[in-house]
């Protein structure tokens, strides 16, 4: 048997919404399980991408071995039904760059645990396969989306269970994707933020979380301008991601531009604004970026709205 599993990209945060807003973005990555026929082979995880580059920062983000996340993901959903993973052949392909803030590493273990779900006849059902990747990506803004599509607001409960809402983002408000050449772990970004925030950055993120979610739903781009703005994680990562205060600075007066943040943990940024304009926005951020030697790749998508698919089932013994 023989399971592949698409898995969108997804962007968290989006502003005021740390570690509980997330998108499904369309650049994909898939992962495939195969039970290997003979016995004693253990699990193998491989990368198989064209670019030999994107091969060993995979590596180096996500080691292929018993230690890695999608094994973890993989292992978590076989013990809930008191079984342990063995004879299996895993192999990651894929478009979302690592290390750069886009959900590569909640893209593979979703693609595990929904392809190992698949193998295992469907054990799991959404709520446990959300619980499961979150306890293994350590926050459900990435995996939420990756598994359901869209734009989501999602929360884990205090006892283990993840909640979530859809949000419909507007078509007519474009989000551009600035992917730079460099490289930031979610851990190093992670460890720079502080366990505890005074209480008026706590309430200024809650007014614009709401601002947000009504923003979005009444399609009120002034509002929206307000709500793009984030105080608990944005500040402190600043000093990661050189260029990202003046990319801010120098879109601040741009008609057309709500907002722009930072994507996930960084380093990407994305720029969101309403149509027409685009080129020069993509100019700004180009320009700024390369003063400071930094090449930037820059997407302008739509969000994906359908979350991991099965493509592939294969029974092939
Ligand atoms: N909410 C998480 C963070 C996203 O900001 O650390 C990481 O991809």
């Not at 919404?17 to 369309?26: E, I, K, R, V, W």
């Not at 909640?106 to 006849?121: K, S, W, Y």
């Not at 960084?266 to 993509?282: A, E, F, H, M, R």
């Not at 698919?309 to 029974?315: D, G, S």
């Amino acid at each position: 048997m023989k399971i592949s599993v698409k898995v969108p990209a997804t962007t968290a945060n989006i502003g005021p919404g740390f570690d509980c807003l997330g998108m499904a973005l369309p650049i994909y990555n898939t992962i495939t399980i195969e039970e290997t026929v003979l016995p004693g082979t253990g699990i193998e995880i491989n990368v198989l991408n064209d670019d030999a580059t994107a091969d060993e920062l995979m590596l180096e983000h996500i080691p292929m071995d018993e230690n890695s996340i999608i094994y973890k993901a993989v292992e978590l959903l076989y013990n809930s039904i008191g079984q342990t993973p063995s004879e299996l052949k895993i192999t990651v392909q894929g478009q979302i760059p690592i290390a750069r803030g886009l959900g590569s590493s909640a893209a593979v273990i979703v693609g595990g645990l929904l392809a190992a779900n698949e193998l295992l006849g469907h054990p799991a059902d959404e709520v446990a396969l959300l619980s499961i990747a979150t306890e293994v990506e350590g926050h459900p803004d990435n995996v939420t989306p990756a598994i359901v599509g869209g734009l989501v607001l999602t929360s884990q409960e205090d006892d283990g269970r993840i909640v979530y809402t859809k949000l419909d983002w507007p078509d007519e408000w474009n989000i551009t994707v600035c992917i730079p050449d460099y490289e930031l772990s979610t851990e190093i970004s992670r460890s720079v933020l502080p366990k505890e925030v005074p209480m008026q950055d706590a309430v200024f993120n809650a007014k614009r979380l709401g601002m947000f979610v009504q923003a979005v739903n009444t399609k009120d781009a002034e509002l929206m301008k307000l709500a793009l703005h984030d105080k608990l994680h944005q500040p402190y990562r600043m000093k990661l991601v050189p260029g990202l205060d003046k990319i801010i600075e120098n879109l601040r007066h741009e008609e057309n531009v709500l907002g722009c943040v930072l994507s996930g943990a960084g380093p990407s940024i994305l720029v969101i604004s309403q149509k027409n304009n685009l080129d020069k926005i993509k100019a700004i951020v180009k320009n700024t970026w390369e003063e400071m030697n930094v090449k930037v790749n820059m997407m302008t998508l739509p969000v994906a709205n359908e979350g991991a698919i099965i493509i592939n089932n294969e029974n092939q013994i």
